[in-house]
């Protein structure tokens, strides 16, 4: 299970997510894309003098997804107003959009078993608001009081760009959408909603150059750690959403299902209560049958192992960290590695050492975003995570572990055992194996 979806259903659980729907979740109704509306708008007013030099101007356009390039042309050459386009865009959407009467066709009525107060969505459709049981009908993000402290009190659906209902107010040209994202009060509430809780990118696809310049006009406005569900995106891609856009990566694969399907087994994951998320613990860990009726922790013979062949400890000194703290964060490892074994063996379930790592794992994405993006400093960010670490808030799940929370050391040690396993994203800086490094 990829570890990001650990974090995002931690994240769920604690009611800190917000989804923002795109265009591509709207597709099993066969609402026009941007792509769609131009070319049926374009080939309306495509006549007499304009029959071949308008398509030609506005394929141009379209052919380097300059969908605002396309619009214009249609202004320049038509006299259309943006009145006029707005009305031609309702009229496509209303024209086309199919019904479907079976749920299981799109994931709508995945969002609405989503335990979520507020949704937002870029599309002019209104599908959320005729699949969720919302306590308010849409409303313009622009519109929203954002001083407001009941923001996330009712359930409801915020239209960024638009919605047919308005057909005035739907953002159709280029200077209406610089407008509009140049509104300071605009960006001021993105930043409110955004402040303690993360965004879920559903239906965007970064293949399309307009959908990633969107993104970078929202970063700006983002606070903290947000996610995109994308379908098999390359390593390459992964890494320039995070880096580029600050958007942590959950894959799904339709190659042999449909996009459907595997959202949905996405969102079943946030919506099941019984955990279902397994991290590769380190080996030893397995539950023992002879049960220790005192936990003692590391000693002295457990600290002086030489651990300088494990993985966790090569990506320490992948990044040139001090040797003193090097040999700290082994300790801290050796620790935490007992103490695991200790939990397994008090009978304590995977699930619930899920959890607990699942709570370090968000910890270590936190500093990386707080600390190692804006400074770079990789002996800082290990001292940040460690300190975070030292004192691990479980919130509502602290009397799962009732008498058996860790110590200081063993909770430090916990990011140590998660950076051993090869297959989750934990490391101190840019620094990269070229090759597979076996344990």
């Excluded at 066709?105 to 699949?131: I, Q, R, V």
Aim: glycine letters at 4%; a negative charge; charged letters at 30%.
């Amino acid at each position: 299970m990829n570890p990001n979806l650990i974090s995002l259903k931690q994240a769920y659980d604690e009611d800190k997510i917000v989804p923002f729907i795109g265009a591509g979740l709207s597709i099993p109704f066969e609402i026009p894309s941007w792509n769609d509306l131009i070319k049926e708008i374009c080939a309306t007013y495509s006549t007499g003098n304009l029959e071949i030099l308008l398509p030609t101007a506005v394929q141009w356009h379209l052919n380097e997804n300059d969908y605002w390039g396309a619009i214009d042309e249609i202004k320049k050459y038509t006299f259309l107003t943006d009145q006029d386009l707005q009305k031609q865009i309702v009229r496509l959407i209303n024209e086309r959009k199919k019904h479907l009467s079976d749920d299981t066709e799109h994931n709508y009525s995945d969002l609405a078993k989503l335990n979520c107060k507020l949704f937002l969505t870029t599309n002019y459709e209104n599908l959320l608001y005729e699949h969720l049981d919302c306590d308010t009908v849409p409303i313009l993000l622009k519109e929203l009081d954002f001083s407001s402290q009941d923001i996330f009190d009712t359930r409801r659906i915020c239209h960024l760009h638009g919605y047919t209902s308005n057909p005035g107010s739907i953002v159709i040209s280029k200077s209406s959408y610089d407008s509009l994202y140049t509104d300071e009060k605009y960006g001021d509430i993105l930043k409110v909603i955004t402040s303690n809780k993360h965004v879920l990118f559903l239906g965007f696809s970064f293949d399309d150059k307009f959908v990633s310049n969107l993104i970078l006009d929202y970063k700006k406005h983002l606070q903290g750690i947000h996610y995109i569900l994308l379908n098999n995106p390359s390593q390459e891609r992964i890494r320039e959403l995070r880096e580029k856009y600050g958007l942590i990566t959950i894959p799904y694969d339709s190659t042999s299902s449909s996009h459907t399907t595997e959202i949905r087994k996405i969102l079943d994951v946030l919506t099941n209560n019984e955990p279902s998320l397994k991290i590769e613990f380190p080996k030893g860990t397995e539950k023992s049958t002879a049960k220790e009726t005192t936990f003692l922790g590391a000693g002295l013979s457990d600290l002086k192992e030489n651990l300088s062949d494990h993985l966790f400890y090569k990506k320490l000194k992948l990044e040139s960290i001090d040797e003193d703290n090097i040999e700290l964060s082994t300790l801290f490892y050796i620790a935490s590695e007992k103490y695991i074994r200790f939990l397994r063996n008090e009978g304590i379930s995977l699930d619930v050492i899920d959890m607990l790592l699942g709570k370090v794992f968000i910890k270590y994405r936190e500093k990386y975003v707080v600390v190692y993006k804006k400074y770079g400093n990789s002996e800082e960010f290990l001292n940040v995570v460690h300190e975070s670490l030292e004192a691990l808030d479980l919130g509502r799940y602290t009397d799962l572990l009732k008498d058996k929370e860790s110590d200081e050391n063993e909770s430090r040690g916990l990011i140590h055992l998660l950076a051993e396993d090869d297959s989750l994203d934990v490391w101190w800086g840019k620094g990269r194996f070229n090759e597979q490094i076996s344990k």
